[in-house]
């Protein structure tokens, strides 16, 4: 597709809404600005008003009103909600995910018990494998899980757009690696891992996988059981809608749940909690990676997040989230490139998921201006990279004509070198 003006881009985005199966969702989330163009879906995903009505009601009524006998129900919705997520998102059969924690802690409690029963296997199975570019949380973690065991983080270099090469990452995966944790969505450039290679890599080397879905859950297809997947972990404030430090989510495959401990033995992961007996003894399945006491109005909200996932259908939100960042390759390929802009996301749809990463010397003030000045909330991720995120339900292809025009407008008249654009903040 060529889009030869700006008036012919808003025409192609017109045309695209009338015609997106999914449009009608854009009004099930809380726009207070509809003039502002929200395109850090994500980083932190829209309200739902369904979530704001719902976590009212549960602050009133089932703490309000019933108070300590609201546990009664509230005590297996970490679970419940877990299987729903896995059913709608993350082709998981039910009792194999727990909504629970941050992302980081069930990373660490999964690659704790990972690289634990390896080495009680293997003494010479010490070995963690992930590439450069991963998410800092996930390598600060791995690197202090390697060292605790004596072990090694081995680190792929990844291609800054493309992300790990496959050549080099099993070339790194001997008969010494116990874990490979990789991101499925990179964060940065926004590359989608071959899940299922991979895992059939690790499998054959002897080594567990362990994927971080944060970026992926919501926005592609992810078959965890389908193709063999040991391990995973995401978070749910991003393409779930969750909320601001709403409860992570972990999953580990059925088979493999009895034989990992937790390095955290919670109460919550007692096969009988209420016994308050004087060891711990660990529940069966996936229930053993709890620790403490889960929150309730963020469960509350993964549950929400999810059901809007689930009725708009996974395989529909893909084909919006490759349609909206199409569209929007397209109008950077034709507006934003004569500017200095470079697409630094992967251009075949199928390797990439949701957002698109630019490339621009000035990325850092361009983010700063078009939040301060223009109304576009991207975000900026160093060195030199402006991140779109066009989230799927909650964004109209008219957003993303409009949001060029703005950047554009913004660009060509250097509003962004103007003094009070170093004023914004970045989260
Ligand atoms: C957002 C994100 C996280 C966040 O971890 P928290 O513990 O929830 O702060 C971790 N990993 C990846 C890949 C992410 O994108």
Redesign the pocket.
Known sequence: MTIGSEDRALATAAALDASDPLARFVDRFVVDDPELIYLDGNSLGRLPRATAERLAELVRTEWGSGLVRSWEHWIDLPAEVGDRLGAALLGAAPGQVLVAD????NLYKLAMAALDRAVATDPARRVLVTDDDN?P??RYVLAAVAARFGGELRIVPSDPVHGPDPERLAAAVGPDVAVVSL?HVA?RSGAMADMAAVNEMARAAGALTLW?L??AAGSVMIDLDGTGADLAVG?TY?YLNAGPGAP?YLYVRRDLSDRLASPIPGWFAAADQFAMGPTFDPLGGVGRFAAGTPSMLGVTAVDEGVRLLAEAGIESVRAKGVALTSFLIDLVDDRLAPLGFEVATPRDATRRGAHVSLAHPEAQPICEALIGQAGVVGDFRAPDRLRLGPAPLSTRYAHVAEAIDRVVALVEAGGHLAPEASAGSDH
Do not use: L, M
């Open positions: 941050s992302v980081t802690v998410f949380t996930d991101s964060y971080d944060s970026h978070c991003k992570a």
